[in-house]
């Protein structure tokens, strides 16, 4: 039972990310003012991190109660750590990159989120695969 139940919770990272990726975001900055999309976006990515850090961190316990520490186990522990890395030191950054209008540093971090972001995706297809 606590096997199924890491796949749904697996999958419902899957879609929560997918659906910030391809909807949350880029909507927001077509419909948003620059000012109203940036206070948003501040607003709703931390709950994003969190609330997927937190699942994957339950995941991790479901397989520590299996004692199952499988390719899985470590796949979504990656994950997770790259949820925490993400909001606790690569969030942060990119907002002051922003705010102090560095340009060049604000587009490498916001494209190295970019890029986490996307290998989780794939790190989550192949713990559901």
Not at 22 to 37: D, R
Not at 106 to 129: A, E, G, P, R, T
């Amino acid at each position: 039972m606590l096997s199924q139940l890491s796949s749904y919770l697996t999958s419902i990272i899957l879609g929560t990310m997918l659906f910030f990726s391809f909807v949350v975001a880029p909507v927001t900055f077509t419909v948003l003012n620059e000012k109203s999309s940036r206070k948003f976006i501040r607003k709703i990515f931390p709950y994003y991190y969190n609330v997927n850090l937190a699942v994957s961190f339950l995941i991790l316990i479901f397989y520590i109660i299996l004692k199952t520490f499988s390719l899985d186990f470590y796949l979504i522990l990656t994950v997770a750590i790259l949820f925490a890395l993400s909001n606790y030191f690569l969030m942060p950054l990119i907002n002051k990159y922003r705010d102090e209008k560095q340009d060049k540093k604000f587009k490498y971090s916001h494209f190295i989120s970019v890029v986490i972001n996307f290998i989780q995706m794939i790190l989550l297809v192949i713990i559901l695969i």
